[in-house]
């Protein structure tokens, strides 16, 4: 077969980049996502477009949960809904046998209309108004405080209801990650963690049975983890002995990193990022070991991004090529920050959806808004490419659909690809119609009367 021509070209190298002599990020072309062509996928639904792959989303907790449940006999996730509160994937999670996590009003309004059960959903959060407080507490919610003004409602509420309130606390703690997520909770080091313990225990009014912690988010050090379970089984048995309390529950919340490439380790994620054995070998090695015989706690975890950001696409289309004043290469791509918040602290993997020849150079790419923040990656290296060549980007199942933003555009179609290869929409793509659906114009403004 006869090569096709490439025009001879210079081109300068940057130090410390990769160049067309080393290695690319770009590492492979994708024409499907689960058996399903990335063209189909577009003719049907449009581009931008996100993609969900049910058999991913299942394998992944499947592997994560068989981690924990594998070493320590009592365990339980907990879908944190801010994460991705798509009801389809919310109703995958809670057929594999997660329960909810929910931060907010909103968040439990949500879960409980897709039909959880209040006794099943865990409300965490700093911003608890008192009325969905209270429907929480009727409808036998976990509820894990977050400050002394909420301790006081919540003894108002069990006044109110005349019964005695279960209750668990939030601690925020030193595990060695900086910086501190200190700004959630009671803290354990400068004993105000106790000090709302004696409260609770003074107060009668509230039984304290749970302890939460949530040391941060996309933690790359398993002993983080060891530090916080070993100081949570010790402020548990400090509770008991001091206060008869039993503390039925540890929640470790979540934290652990999805295989994303954060922005600023050179490292890929297969190098960066430690396995999930690796987690759950460190957290129920020092549970087993600090814990009393016989005791154990429910130990639950609220994880969210390892869960589901592999299982999301986006598949995202060249507009247009521009070349900068610097001779920086820039793509104009239908998808922005709009649609992948996560692109601020992401460098996501780029795949085409077809083999382009020619040289590979260093650039920019670029979403569609009117606004200088809207990059996607402001330094990859690329071949040519052709006005409608399709990018599918990942991973971007977390954070993204809660995220996004209605700014100046529609939020697209988000579909599922399910177990068997199949296209299920889980959520349709906005129009004007939705958009506007809220805005009131005076009469009196009202262009056409
Ligand atoms: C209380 C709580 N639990 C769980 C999570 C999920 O964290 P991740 O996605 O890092 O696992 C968060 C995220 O910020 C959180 O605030």
Redesign the pocket.
């Known amino acids: 077969m006869k090569e096709s021509y490439e025009k001879p070209v210079i081109l300068k190298l940057q130090m410390g980049l990769m160049n067309k002599f080393g290695a690319s990020y770009l590492k492979r072309t994708r024409t499907e996502i689960d058996g399903v062509p990335v063209n189909k996928l577009i003719e049907e639904f449009g581009s931008p477009l996100f993609v969900f792959s049910e058999k991913r989303l299942r394998r992944k907790y499947k592997e994560i949960y068989n981690a924990f449940a594998t070493r320590y006999p009592n365990v339980q996730f907990s879908w944190?809904y801010?994460?991705n509160y798509l009801n389809a994937i919310c109703a995958i999670l809670q057929q594999e046998g997660e329960i909810a996590?929910g931060?907010s009003e909103f968040e439990y309004e949500k879960a409980r209309r897709l039909g959880i059960e209040g006794r099943d959903i865990i409300f965490?959060?700093p911003y608890k108004p008192s009325h969905i407080l209270e429907k929480a507490i009727r409808e036998q919610a976990i509820i894990n405080i977050d400050h002394f003004e909420e301790i006081y409602d919540l003894e108002e509420i069990a006044d109110k209801l005349g019964q005695k309130v279960k209750v668990g606390i939030r601690l925020n703690m030193d595990t060695g990650i900086t910086p501190q997520w200190s700004r959630?909770g009671f803290n354990l080091e400068t004993g105000q963690a106790l000090d709302a313990v004696k409260r609770i225990a003074y107060s009668k009014k509230l039984i304290l049975n749970g302890l939460h912690c949530?040391i941060g988010?996309?933690i790359l050090e398993p002993r983080a983890y060891a530090q916080e379970v070993e100081k949570m089984v010790k402020f548990a048995y400090q509770i008991e002995d001091e206060f008869g309390f039993k503390i039925e529950y540890l929640d470790i919340?979540?934290?652990?990193p999805s295989q994303n490439r954060l922005k600023g380790i050179y490292l890929p994620p297969e190098l960066a990022v430690p396995s999930i054995e690796e987690f759950a070998e460190a957290i129920c090695d020092t549970l087993l070991r600090s814990l009393r015989p016989n005791d154990f706690p429910e130990l639950i975890l609220?994880?969210?991004?390892?869960i589901v950001d592999e299982a999301g696409y986006l598949i995202s289309t060249v507009h247009a090529a521009k070349r900068l004043p610097d001779g920086t290469k820039a793509y104009v791509i239908d998808a922005g920050v709009n649609l992948l918040f996560t692109s601020f602290w992401y460098k996501f993997n780029i795949e085409l959806d077809r083999e382009v020849q020619g040289v590979f150079e260093p650039c920019v790419i670029y979403g569609p808004l009117c606004m200088n923040i809207d990059v996607i990656d402001e330094h990859t290296q690329l071949p040519p490419l052709p006005r409608g060549t399709r990018l599918i980007i990942s991973p971007v199942g977390?954070?993204n659909v809660t995220q996004w933003m209605q700014f100046i555009s529609y939020r697209p179609f988000v579909v599922l690809i399910n177990s068997e290869g199949k296209i299920e929409v889980i959520r349709e793509a906005e129009t004007l119609e939705d958009v506007v659906r809220k805005e009131k114009l005076p009469a009196r403004l009202k262009l056409v009367q």
């Open positions: 944190s801010k994460t996590e931060v965490n959060g959630f949530h988010t996309f919340g979540g934290g652990f609220e994880t969210g991004r390892v977390a954070y």
